[in-house]
């Protein structure tokens, strides 16, 4: 990039430094830095500036500037929040390694081995995000996780590189523009929430919406404009109000003006309904104190010049938000009954609320609050590689990761009067995992202030939270249904997928020694070596992983037999006549045998097993419509019985017609209890005009002979007419 024109600072540079144009990117750059930094420090920003400008020699942005522009400019958006020197040098260098020879040993010899770790660390961001499926998106994720938990100033100079492109993004094609917008709300945007750096984040969103919605974004804009300049002799008046009010309270403040940003009033627009015009705190005032007791006492002078509306106060302060933003915030009756949203804070906590964790490079102090806020931020990075760790699949944690983003907390309290942050609509059993994953994994009760409350129950600001646990006690597959905190869906699934591999190992094993014995082989008669050659055809870790497939579905268990076999030169050539024995289905299998919906198998009654792929044995009833109505293999179809000794109870669906009468729902509750059964769910049938009801109950019996009991109970009610057993019925749902 050619430098001509000279500098106009009153400071000298060194000698070595390059002459640069008044109008630069660079000047701006060079005023940034002096702010903060001293003349060796600004130096080294120089010599990383001198080594980038001469590996991206005569590349070109797309929009024609020369290359060196973008990294200047993220380094520009970095100096701007007082990072560090090692920070500044990985944002000037941070594309050398993507675009040139040059190694990451090189940067370390030249730079220091941090400045090399963090170019690294976002040079492998950088690798992936050619690619643009869902799949690669949540590699992409993964690997910036890694690199933040590492050292968070990856994501600090990886946000300034996003915003620089954004800020740029308008040379791109229309469906780029909105691919890459969608991503930056979905992902960056939420993280730099999250981490505290709230003006970046508000660009970051303004920008992505006016590529996502144009028409959209244009019209709230010149709106507002427009609202701007009709209230300008109004919100002139209440600021010059609020200026005299705190002088003549002996409040030194600084008192402005505070435009929402255009996404947030879509957004509200979006999520409550309103209009343009009903929005009414699109333009509120801030006010900057020089402590924290001078903000209540701001506050308390506030409140006497105009009276607060009752429900519109939040206190920041003695509850901080897990991103450590500090304020008060309240909305007064001004004049002319206009609402007027005033933010209250001190210098410190303004700072914090602009820049988040990058206010730990400005202000190099051990602060309590910069202490707590690091401290949150490590324990959420932390939470986040823990959930990575124990997630397979990638798309599955992006989704965990996407939840952890939250914009909405509640603050809860624990029995020892901790605070504990949760995304908005956390249950008990999310509460249970935040406190620890044990305590998650045995929760069985909760008391909310004091009282004992279902798991399922959301908390509440100020709620007092204990929870009940037992040694014995374990996940249930339900709670997924209504957890809503990454840490606990990862845990639950990671905990139900490892249940199920074990339950279905065993399972495997047992279809397989059935498969072997059709061939006339004893499963003892296998050798060590004949499992080794059929583990490396499979590609398989061990033994345990070819049973769970078995047992899951994924492998049949008579080709797994024969490959046993075939890997044995000494073993004669078994015979191929099958003659299978049935597998005893005891009903405590847990999830690797389910009960078909469709037709609902009790013991007692003759019954098949499909293996689904990935959902494992499910048991049919023999006069099953699913059985005639899909055309499977026939080789996964495998005879079962039923265990003698099982205990179990399942469910049967009935349908009692009934003479239309007051308290028959009474009575036949009553008759389906003496039989020793229970009612699992009931439901009526809309009544057609006629003397008949008809009522269906799903009641819980433990054979067809228990069945038949219950039902010879209910026929003794002069008024039942008729009773069916729903069975063979299908019901849409796959085998």
């Known amino acids: 990039m050619p430098k001509t024109a000279k500098h106009s600072s009153a400071e000298p540079f060194s ?210 404009k427009t609202a701007r300049g009709n209230r300008k002799e109004v919100i002139s008046k209440i600021l010059e109000s609020l200026k005299t009010k705190l002088a003549d309270s002996d409040i030194e403040a600084t008192v402005e003006g505070r435009e929402k940003h255009l996404y947030s009033v879509y957004k509200k627009m979006m999520n409550k309904g309103l209009k343009l015009s009903q929005v009414g705190d699109i333009y509120g005032f801030r006010v900057l104190v020089k402590d924290l007791p001078t903000c209540y006492l701001t506050l308390g002078s506030l409140h006497s010049l105009y009276k607060p509306i009752p429900g519109k106060f939040k206190d920041y302060i003695a509850i901080s938000k897990v991103n450590g933003y500090q304020s008060l915030h309240t909305t007064l009756f001004g004049p002319f009954g206009t609402p007027i949203e005033v933010q209250i804070r001190s210098l410190a906590m303004h700072d914090i609320a602009q820049a988040g964790v990058a206010a730990h490079w400005l202000y190099k102090t051990t602060d309590a609050n910069l202490t707590q806020l690091q401290q949150q931020t490590h324990q959420w990075l932390q939470r986040l590689v823990e959930i990575q760790t124990e997630s397979d699949d990638s798309h599955e944690f992006l989704e965990h990761f996407k939840v952890d983003l939250f914009p909405d907390e509640v603050y809860v309290f624990t029995p020892k009067g901790n605070i504990l942050a949760l995304p908005k609509g956390s249950t008990a059993v999310d509460f249970a995992y935040a406190v620890h994953t044990d305590v998650g994994n045995c929760c069985v009760a909760v008391k909310i202030n004091h009282e004992l409350a279902p798991l399922r129950t959301e908390m509440h600001n100020g709620d007092h939270v204990e929870i009940i646990t037992s040694a014995l006690a374990k996940p249930n597959p339900a709670w997924l249904n209504y957890v809503v905190t990454g840490k606990a869906r990862s845990h639950l699934r990671h905990y139900l997928k490892s249940i199920k591999v074990t339950e279905s190992t065993h399972l495997g094993e047992r279809m397989l020694n059935t498969a072997l014995r059709a061939l006339h082989v004893e499963p003892a008669q296998i050798k060590v070596k004949q499992w080794n050659k059929v583990m490396r055809d499979y590609g398989a870790r061990d033994k345990a992983e070819i049973l769970a497939d078995i047992g899951l579905g994924k492998r049949i268990s008579l080709m797994v037999a024969h490959q046993l076999l075939a890997s044995d030169d000494e073993h004669t050539q078994p015979n191929t006549h099958k003659s299978f024995d049935k597998i005893t289905i005891r009903g405590s299998e847990g999830m690797a045998v389910q009960f078909a919906q469709c037709c609902r198998p009790i013991p007692g009654d003759p019954i098949l097993g499909f293996i689904n792929k990935d959902k494992g044995l499910v048991i049919h009833t023999h006069d099953c419509n699913a059985i005639s109505k899909f055309k499977l293999d026939p080789d996964k179809w495998l005879d079962v019985e039923w265990d003698a000794d099982d205990k179990r109870l399942f469910r049967v669906d009935l349908r009692v017609v009934v003479v239309n009468e007051r308290g028959m729902l009474a009575k036949l509750a009553a008759g389906i209890s003496d039989a020793g059964s229970n009612i699992d769910n009931v439901s009526a049938e809309e009544p057609d005009g006629s003397q008949y009801s008809t009522i269906n109950f799903t009641v819980q019996v433990h054979n067809r002979v228990h069945l038949a009991e219950l039902i010879r109970n209910l026929r003794k009610i002069p008024e039942v007419v008729r009773i069916n057993r729903l069975k063979g019925k299908y019901r849409e749902q796959k085998v």
């Open 15 to 224: 000698e070595e430094l390059p002459l640069l144009p008044a109008d630069s990117e660079d000047s701006q750059l060079t005023t940034l830095l002096r702010a903060y930094l001293s003349q060796a420090e600004i130096e080294q920003v120089w010599d990383a500036y001198r080594y980038s400008e001469k590996v991206h020699k005569g590349q070109m942005r797309r929009s024609g500037e020369p290359y060196i522009s973008h990294p200047v400019a993220v380094t520009c958006i970095l100096a701007k929040l007082h990072l560090d020197v090692p920070t500044l040098l990985a944002a000037l260098l941070h594309d050398v390694v993507e675009d040139s020879e040059v190694s990451k040993e090189e940067l370390s010899e030249r730079f220091g081995k941090q400045v090399a770790d963090l170019v690294d660390g976002l040079t492998k961001l950088d690798k992936i995000e050619l690619q643009t499926a869902v799949q690669a998106q949540a590699e992409n994720v993964r690997k910036m996780l890694l690199a933040m938990s590492q050292d968070v100033r990856v994501i600090l100079v990886k946000l300034a590189d996003r915003l620089h492109n954004m800020q740029t993004l308008d040379v791109m094609k229309p469906a780029k523009q909105r691919r890459i917008s969608q991503e930056t709300l979905d992902i960056y945007a939420p993280i730099a929430n999250r981490l505290g750096l709230n003006v970046i984040y508000q660009e970051l969103e303004d920008l992505s919406f006016k590529y996502i919605y144009p028409n959209r974004y244009n019209v709230i804009a010149k709106a507002i």
